[in-house]
């Protein structure tokens, strides 16, 4: 039924927002494309997954979910972008390449490359014809309370405003005493997060994780940044919802086989039509990233 498969793509979608926020905000005010956080996410579906297993109630198992990523973020941030900083921008995003491979064998060495399955967290409701499970709407609900928060925190906030100011003009920020070393971190942190909690949502949601999971979601996630405007927070909100509604409208009515070409087409399409994205402005210099 088309309802059910309109509430199935708006939570695919919620975890490809909160995912591509996570890229948004390091591309926004870094200029750069962290690759390892394909590989955040996958670690804090893990912890989640685990916590959950063990015991723990779902706030622990998503609190754990952000901290792990976010700490494993400020590894990422201390050695695969600090010491690379000046450098062309090709060489730290070839570093937090290298960071995401390094994570998904630590991944394999930990959990094994075998899918864990537990059992799906919650009860199904039914509205009229749709049914809804509890994890969907905890999903659905977390991704708007999340994007919320961070369109605030950059926009109405006086750290999101020194966050724009480095995105901005870095040096100049330093001159008006700006700490911009901190700040670069902060993103970092806030970009693991955030995550950390999308894998750990999807996780729960599935009742199944892989090593391999940030590989296909984190491609498609990158996707959605472009689509909805590579450094914009409502592009991610708007953007997210459509490809993962396209996705599951595929898959139900053409065949899995064909998903991708849709997801990916329309990304190219978008890139043709208008390079900005949906909700980018007509100028793409870095004053306008976040």
Known sequence: MLLQQLVNGLTLGAVYTLLALSYS?????LGILN??????????GFIGFTLIDAGYPLPVAVLGGMTGAALIAIIV?????????DAPLVTPMLSTLGFSIILQNVATNIWGSDPLQLSIFGEMYQIGPVSIGEMQMIVLGATVVLVALTAYIVQKTSMGRALRAVAENREVARILGVKADQLMMLAFILSGALAGVAGVLIALHYGAITPYLGVEIGLKAIAVMVIGGTTRIWGALVAGPLIGIAEVLTVAYGGSQIRDFVVYGFMILILL????GLLGGARSDQGQRV
């Open 25 to 29: 905000l390091v591309m926004g005010i």
């Open 35 to 44: 690759l390892a956080i394909a590989e955040l996410f996958m670690i804090g």
């Open 77 to 85: 941030e201390k050695i695969g972008y600090q010491p690379l900083r």
């Open 273 to 276: 039509l208008r390079p900005q």
